[in-house]
């Protein structure tokens, strides 16, 4: 199984690009890649999906490299409203195993 | 707008004492999970179902059992609760394919004193 590894914490500032990175160096042929963000006393909620290259949808993007052993969200000019936990998730769904990072917890600073 | 509910936001319970978690969707999922989440540990499984009368062990099954009699409707079983079950306990139902999002309830919040 994928064992996913991500930053604890992370700070940026209002308008910046954030960029964090997750680490899935036994990542298997079928896996995906997806992402979440958690609010505090909120579940998880799904930002975005891939399996190569880029992905992009209207709140990210996602960067995966051709060896698959990393990945990475970038969210562009970042507001207050995306001080959250971002989780990465690493699986595939036909034979339920997943990996879920710990989280990063992100802070936007004005 | 689709939807996980979860009977309770917070609960305050005692050692030994049975405790149950309702999860209900209506988005008609065949897949509903059971997550607990503590500090610095992330989600981890602790059973699914991927279908009516069907489960599997998670990741963290010990001390933990599930019904789903209904498709709607997932129900997380502590037969007596322990100190080490204090957490909070989120519950997502997900759509069937290789691609596709699990969607969260807001969580409970078990305290076992």
């Known amino acids: 199984l994928a064992k996913t590894t991500q930053p604890i914490s992370m700070d940026s500032y209002e308008g910046q690009e954030v960029n964090i990175t997750c680490s899935h160096n036994?990542?298997?042929?079928?896996?995906?890649i997806t992402w979440y963000q958690q609010f505090p006393s909120q579940g998880p909620r799904f930002i975005i999906q891939g399996y190569k290259t880029k992905v992009t949808n209207e709140v990210a993007s996602l960067f995966i490299p051709a060896d698959r052993k990393s990945s990475t969200l970038s969210l562009p000019r970042v507001s207050l409203s995306d001080t959250a936990v971002y989780y990465c998730?690493?699986?595939?769904?036909?034979?339920?195993?997943?990996?879920w990072g710990a989280g990063t917890k992100l802070i936007i600073k004005p | 707008d689709v939807k996980v509910t979860q009977s309770s936001r917070y609960l305050v319970k005692r050692t030994g004492e049975k405790v149950f978690l309702e999860c209900v969707q209506d988005m008609d999922h065949e897949n509903m999970f059971w997550y607990r989440q503590d500090p610095g540990l992330g989600l981890r499984l602790i059973y699914f179902s991927y279908d009516v009368k069907m489960k599997e062990k998670g990741d963290i099954p010990e001390g933990y059992s599930v019904s789903r009699e209904k498709k709607e409707r997932f129900s997380l079983i502590l037969e007596s609760a322990s100190t080490n079950q204090t957490s909070m306990y989120l519950c997502?139902?997900?759509?069937?394919?290789?691609?596709?999002?699990?969607?969260f309830g807001p969580g409970t919040r078990l305290t076992v004193l």
């Open positions: 997502a139902s997900r759509g069937g394919g290789a691609l596709g999002e699990q969607f």
């Open positions: 998730l690493v699986g595939e769904w036909s034979n339920y195993q997943l990996i």
């Open positions: 036994n990542i298997a042929t079928n896996d995906y």
